[in-house]
């Protein structure tokens, strides 16, 4: 008799077979318990990462509004300082006696650098609340340009330079706000004839297809459509730009060299081209640069043209 019952070969496979099924059960259901918590940790994560970037938008808000009124609050005294010194070198409270003239217009000097800078850091902080507005008109632009250029006249023939405009006969018309256009070609050709000390500033106009190949540093395009655009060049034979500043002094505060710390005319503030190009971008263009250090610089704003005004055009 037999006491011993030999386990089959099936028996075996079977065996194998039901451990290695429960082994790949167990397996999934860890990593599906992996996978649901790290799922988890991802949405929590990401909600975390949500709440942080409304707050900051919320604090940057506030930062932008609390700077708007203390730079209007700061206007109005600065007002009167710039007005009260005015009428005291005009005499209007009695000579001043010699020794006086000097410091006089030192307050002078001064008390307009610092409107200018309130003015533009009140500029910035309405662009960065959202707050400052954009008044679209049609305009022509060549009598617009002639008509910038004639207020930098001035200034261009003290400092013995020469001033050139460059624009094609028939220019279109452009939708835009004038106020902003204004500002920026004025701070463009403020700053040529400011860092220019022989030679000149041509004021060119291009208009082209579609944007061409920026290659420049300063630029920063986003997708935009294929459509006819204007550029407004402001070329100058001035100190020029390193390649490794000129993506820089598009930042605010930023400057190359500030000058003398005396002076506050020369001085500067840092602030021209930071607002330039993003008054730009609220006006649907942008401002590039290219520029050859020692040699000159040229910085373009482009803006877009709707098509249909092309055939409208100015004399
Ligand atoms: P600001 O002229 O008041 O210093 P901007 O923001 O207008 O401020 O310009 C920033 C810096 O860029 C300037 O300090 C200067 O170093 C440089 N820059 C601007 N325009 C020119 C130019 N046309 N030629 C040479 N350097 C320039």
Not at 24 to 34: I, N
Not at 46 to 53: F, G, I, Q
Not at 170 to 178: G, Q, V, Y
């Amino acid at each position: 008799m037999h006491l011993f019952l030999p386990i089959g070969f099936d028996f075996w496979t079977g065996l194998i077979g039901w451990i290695v099924s429960l082994a790949t059960v167990l397996g999934l259901a860890l990593v599906l318990r992996h996978e649901r918590r790290q799922a988890r940790s991802l949405v929590e994560r990401s909600k975390e990462l949500e709440r942080l970037s409304s707050e900051l938008l919320r604090v940057n808000r506030m930062k932008s509004e609390f700077l708007a009124n203390v730079s209007h609050e700061l206007r109005t005294p600065l007002n009167a300082i710039v007005g009260f010194v005015d009428l005291l070198r005009e005499g209007v409270y009695g000579e001043l006696a010699p020794r006086q003239v000097k410091p006089v217009e030192r307050i002078e000097a001064s008390a307009n650098h610092l409107r200018h800078l309130v003015d533009q850091v009140l500029d910035l902080a309405k662009m960065a609340a959202g707050r400052l507005e954009i008044h679209t008109e049609t305009i022509d632009l060549r009598p617009f340009v002639l008509d910038v250029a004639s207020e930098i006249e001035s200034l261009v023939s003290e400092k013995g330079l020469s001033l050139s405009l460059v624009m094609g006969a028939a220019l279109p018309r452009i939708r835009t706000d004038p106020t902003h256009l204004r500002q920026i070609l004025v701070n463009l050709l403020g700053n040529a004839v400011k860092y220019t000390n022989e030679g000149g500033i041509v004021i060119r106009t291009r208009l082209v297809d579609s944007l061409p190949d920026s290659g420049t540093q300063s630029s920063d395009r986003a997708p935009y459509p294929t459509n006819p655009w204007i550029g407004i060049q402001v070329i100058d034979t001035g100190i020029g730009i390193r390649p490794a500043d000129q993506s820089r002094i598009f930042d605010e505060f930023e400057q190359v060299d500030a000058g003398p710390r005396g002076n506050s005319a020369e001085r500067g503030t840092g602030l021209g081209l930071a607002i330039s190009r993003r008054l730009a971008s609220l006006i649907g263009g942008m401002v590039e640069l290219e520029s050859e250090f020692g040699r000159g610089s040229t910085f373009t704003l482009w803006l877009p043209v709707d098509p249909n005004d092309l055939a409208a055009t100015s004399k």
